[in-house]
């Protein structure tokens, strides 16, 4: 794993607090949330544990810090990648990261409920929204009638994997949360089948037809509100008169 510490050929001349947020940011993604102690993170800094504490109060206090800190760095670089023109691939400006451990990390936070996060990925949403919109209209992404929709599922997707990411380097050999990934073999073996989904499909168009008709909303009084059913009739009376004799 690539450290968030700066070269190590060159003066380290973060301030302390930076090296705490830098060291947690490290163990939370190599160790994970639970595991990680105040302890653990002031060892990694090469800091007492009293240090940590007078700076954040909390590991509460340390994560919310860092969890800020990544989503600045990936909004740094979402804007970047935006200034250069329009990208299919919401993780990829992450992985030119100054911070080594990022992709570890989100894997590690991403499940779980805190506001940074859920900014970050709403913001993730709105960069994909945008991006897809200049690709419609430097005409190498087709439009979409839900263009929201589109960027909100495919930025999920992406996600997913991350969050999944020992699945996919078990299965496909290739493990995304590497900052050094490159172009190559591994990353072909996700890259090819995730481009082949986006550019050619997978469902036969007649297929996708009767699948997208069928999800077509019905009118308001068959769904939700629909009015309740009407009561089965009654069964028919059973006479207890006596037959008149002769008739029976």
Known sequence: MRSTRPDDRAPDDRTPRARI????????????????TVRKVAAAAGVSTGLVIHY????????????DFIAAD?????TEALSTGPGADPLAAMRDSKVGSLMRYLARVLAED????????????????ECLQRGVENGTLRPSIDPRGQAAVLTIWSLGALVLHRHLERIL???????????????????????????????MESFARTVRESLVASPVDDVGTA????????PPRTSTKKPVKGLA
Request: proline share 9%; charged share 20%.
């Open 173 to 203: 050999g290739v493990d995304i949360t590497d900052p050094d990934l490159a172009p190559g073999p591994a990353l072909t073996a996700y890259a090819g089948p995730a481009l082949e989904i986006l550019s050619q499909g997978v469902l």
């Open 227 to 234: 009015s309740p059913a009407s009561p089965a009739p009654p």
């Open 56 to 67: 954040f109060g909390s590991m509460d206090g340390l994560r919310a810090e860092c969890d």
């Open 74 to 78: 990936i909004r740094q670089r979402r």
């Open 114 to 129: 805190s506001a940074s996060v859920n900014t970050l990925v709403d913001e993730m949403v709105a960069d994909a929204e």
């Open 21 to 36: 947020r830098d060291a947690a940011i490290d163990c939370f993604a190599e160790l994970g949330i639970a595991a990680t």
